[in-house]
């Protein structure tokens, strides 16, 4: 007999059409991570009315495999978006479905992704919920960006280099390797989570991006089009 979960905060990040009346969902739980799921009747029942991307609320499914079976999905509130915290919101949601394994259990990572789909609700400032929310999911996989040279406190008056493997080191003056630089001072402030500054703000959009790229992958985001349409 399948064992069947308690039911389970769970935010919905994808879901596509599957066989004839059928859809897979990708959703994030509270408890048990990332989980793909089987919901049947997905058309017939009316369940796409509820269970879409941004749904939040509670499941329950049974099964141990890598896809699982929707028994229930009960929903407590729709993340209503639109213009470009639409974008950055499925921006979230794909870099969630992209990174994180499944059922590897995420508390902090759940927690901070409801945080930033709130901020981003609210409409507050793009920039620092976004970027905040990176800077916590790198951390929470494992690949947090260590602000110093080597050990050795970052300087605000020196320019630097940024590898995703090697950390920070100073920027040569008279190189000319096209690489991006990263001014002291807007690294700081990035290590404070202050992203008050325009310029921190573009450095640590930057920043997140390389430190994001050998995770990723050589597949493009999805929703970072949307930015450029």
Not at 116 to 140: G, H, Y
């Amino acid at each position: 007999m399948p064992s069947t979960a308690p039911m389970a905060a769970a935010l919905i990040l994808h879901v596509r059409p599957y066989r004839e009346s059928s859809a897979i969902v990708q959703m994030l739980t509270q408890g048990q991570g990332r989980l793909a799921g089987v919901l049947r009747g997905y058309r017939s029942k009316k369940h796409g009315v509820v269970m879409q991307p941004f749904s939040v609320g509670t499941v329950a499914w049974a099964g141990r495999s890598d896809l699982v079976t929707i028994q229930k999905f009960e929903t407590q509130h729709f993340i209503a978006l639109h213009g470009e915290a639409l974008y950055a919101g499925f921006y979230v949601l794909e870099l969630l479905t992209r990174l994180l394994r499944e059922r590897q259990p995420e508390p902090q990572i759940f927690s901070a992704a409801m945080c930033v789909l709130e901020a981003l609700e609210e409409n507050d400032p793009l920039q620092p919920a976004l970027r905040s929310f990176e800077l916590t999911l790198l951390q929470q996989l494992g690949y947090a960006v260590d602000f110093t040279q080597a050990g050795e406190p970052l300087q605000a008056s020196a320019v630097y280099r940024f590898e995703p493997h090697s950390g920070f080191r100073l920027a040569q003056k008279s190189a000319s390797d096209g690489a991006r630089r990263f001014g002291g001072q807007a690294l700081l402030d990035i290590a404070a989570a202050d992203f008050s500054a325009p310029a921190t703000q573009e450095a640590a959009k930057h920043l997140m991006r390389a430190a994001l790229a050998p995770l990723l992958g050589d597949k493009p985001l999805t929703s970072r089009k949307m930015f450029q349409r």
